[in-house]
C-alpha cells in the first residue's frame, strides 16, 4: 500500500513538471511549431486511440461527427494532439460512468474547428475563462478529478501560436464543451524555419 502511494504521488509530481516545462517553454517562445498540411479528423483518431482503456474503464462512448472539411489543415501534428489530448483526458475525467463524449470538426469560413463535449456537470458560467488560467479548476470540481491546473493554459497558448482562440460553454442539455478554431492555412510550409510560440508567422516568413 505504500510503494502504491509513492507511486501515484510520483507521477503526479512528474505530470506537474512536464506540464510546468511545457508552459514554460510555449510562455518564453522557445517551443518550435513544425507546420504541415494535416488532416485534423485522423489526429482526432489517433488520440482516441491513445484513450481507448479509459473510456472502456468508464463504459464511454466516443461519438465522432466531421462535417463540410475536404481539406487538410496547416498545423503542428503534434501540438495539436497535445491539446486533443487534454481536452479528451478532462471530458473523460468529468462524465459519468456510461455516457457518451461528442467529437466535431467543422469548417467556420476559413477555419477549422474542433469540439469536445461532455455530459459532466458543466462550469459555473462566470468561471468559463477562469478555468484557462494556471493552477485554475473549476469550482465543480470536488472530486480530485481534476489534473494539475496547467492543461487547458498549455491549450491555451498552443492555439494561440496557431493564431487561433479556444474556449468553454456549457451544453443545454448538462455539461462543457470546450472548442478552438485555427486558421486552415498560416501561409507556411514545412520547409520554412519553424514557427515560434507567441511570434507572428509573418516574421518567420521574411527570414
Known sequence: ?????????????????????????????????????TDPAMLVK?????????LSERNLKLRHETSELDEQVTLDADKIKQVLRNLLDNAIKFSPVGGAIDVSINRV??????????????????????????FVQSSKTKTGAGGTG???????EIIAAHKGR??????PGGGAVFSFEIPLSLNTCAER???????????????
Open 1 to 37: 500500500d505504500y510503494f502504491s502511494r509513492i507511486k501515484q504521488s510520483g507521477s503526479i509530481l512528474l505530470e506537474l513538471l512536464n506540464d510546468l516545462l511545457d508552459l514554460a517553454k510555449l510562455e518564453s517562445r522557445r517551443a518550435t511549431f513544425t507546420l504541415e498540411p
Open 46 to 54: 489517433a488520440v482516441a486511440g491513445e484513450m481507448d482503456i479509459l
Open 109 to 134: 469560413q476559413d477555419s477549422v474547428r474542433l469540439s469536445v463535449g461532455d455530459q459532466g456537470p458543466g462550469i459555473p458560467p462566470d468561471e468559463l475563462e477562469a478555468v484557462f488560467d494556471k
Open 150 to 156: 496547467l492543461g487547458l493554459a498549455i491549450c491555451r
Open 166 to 171: 479556444i474556449w468553454a460553454q456549457n451544453r
Open 193 to 207: 524555419p519553424p514557427l515560434l510560440a507567441g511570434v507572428d508567422s509573418s516574421l518567420v516568413m521574411q527570414q
